[in-house]
């Protein structure tokens, strides 16, 4: 069994999804709006909320040019050098511990994204009750050992990762302790297309690692993570804004409130509707079988008349004999007297 609890929330296939609503940097440089955030997340119905715990000096160097700088025209982030744009996205450190305050208060498990150790000892002293490591982040295996030392839950975004390098990342993991691990699949696109998802790694993922499964999600909705539920996500990681409109380094691809919520019930009932292999009526069925199709008699009958296609039919409900005995019954004779809407057994069979 790869099941295990992040604080008292159970994680695997004997609980419902685990929803993990991610802040990054859609507080646009706000606490009030944060927490706007968190209270929003909560009624929605996720399980969790979670930041992402960096400086801009821990991510780059402050250099506006050369590859310190976005120029791809189809990035959401043109134009800006990857310093200023983690300096916008960025969630302040200080603003941490009321966050996560306001997330525990309101029922939700709070925890973060470290991309150095230096974040990973902040973070302990929060006393997180697990660490996320970032796609972009899945090849740093002295990060990934840092936080698994810590014995943490540990979930791994996979996007872009080879098997052999998600092979490194998971044995870095366990060697150095870590014990409950999830892989979210994950498409490294913003926004990513269904497409492009490529969810039937989630199975082989769970088959080849042996640990719980998921998916960070991207795209747009919650179809794509409803599909990921059905192939076996025990935890969807989306990001959550309160108004796309308001923008945000992350807004243009975030679930929104009421999109949130949705998320929550959908994935839900893609668990509950999984179930387990069942042939034949169940219990619930039960009550409907008397619908079935069966054979009555369709018109009165005298005894020794023969029953043909002008005095037998099947139809609904379903107390007579079965269908599959219509040719075994035509030509044979009524042991006597019938009723028109007398459902037919055997005894009334010469």
């Not at 009030?32 to 009624?43: G, M, N, Y």
């Not at 840092?146 to 080879?162: F, N």
């Amino acid at each position: 069994m790869t099941s295990f609890k992040i604080g008292s929330r159970c994680v695997g296939a004997g609980a419902a999804p685990l929803i993990i609503a991610e802040m990054s940097g859609n507080h646009n440089q706000s606490l009030d709006v944060a927490l706007q955030i968190v209270e929003a997340a909560a009624r929605a119905g996720a399980h969790a909320l979670k930041l992402q715990t960096y400086t801009a000096d821990t991510m780059t160097l402050d250099l506006d040019q050369g590859e310190f700088f976005i120029k791809d025209p189809g990035s959401l982030w043109a134009g800006s050098s990857l310093y200023d744009l983690y300096q916008r996205a960025h969630t302040p450190w200080e603003w941490h511990e009321p966050i996560f305050a306001r997330a525990r208060e309101l029922g939700m498990l709070a925890f973060s994204t470290p991309f150095d150790e230096s974040a990973v000892d902040f973070l302990e002293s929060l006393d997180v009750p697990a660490y996320k490591i970032a796609s972009f982040e899945n090849t740093d295996l002295p990060l990934i050992r840092r936080v698994a030392a810590t014995g943490k839950p540990l979930i791994i975004s996979t996007g872009m990762a080879s098997i052999a390098e998600l092979d490194e990342s998971v044995q870095a993991a366990r060697q150095a302790g870590c014990r409950d691990l999830v892989l979210l699949k994950c498409t490294s696109t913003y926004p990513a297309s269904p497409a492009n998802s490529n969810l039937m790694t989630i199975p082989h993922m769970r088959q080849l690692f042996g640990c719980e499964v998921g998916l960070s999600d991207h795209s747009m909705g919650v179809g794509v993570s409803v599909a990921a539920v059905a192939l076996g996500a025990s935890v969807i990681e989306k990001h959550f804004t309160l108004d796309r409109s308001a923008g945000g380094v992350d807004a243009s691809f975030s679930l929104e409130p009421e999109e949130l919520a949705s998320l929550v019930v959908e994935t839900e009932r893609a668990w509950q509707a999984m179930g387990q292999v069942h042939y034949g009526a169940t219990q619930a069925e039960h009550a409907s079988l008397v619908y079935r199709r069966s054979l009555y008699v369709t018109c009165d009958m005298q005894a020794g008349e023969l029953f043909s296609a002008d005095n037998v039919r099947a139809i609904r409900p379903g107390l007579g004999l079965a269908p599959k005995h219509y040719d075994a019954l035509i030509g044979r004779r009524a042991r006597r007297p019938l009723k028109r809407g007398t459902p037919l057994n055997w005894a009334f069979v010469e």
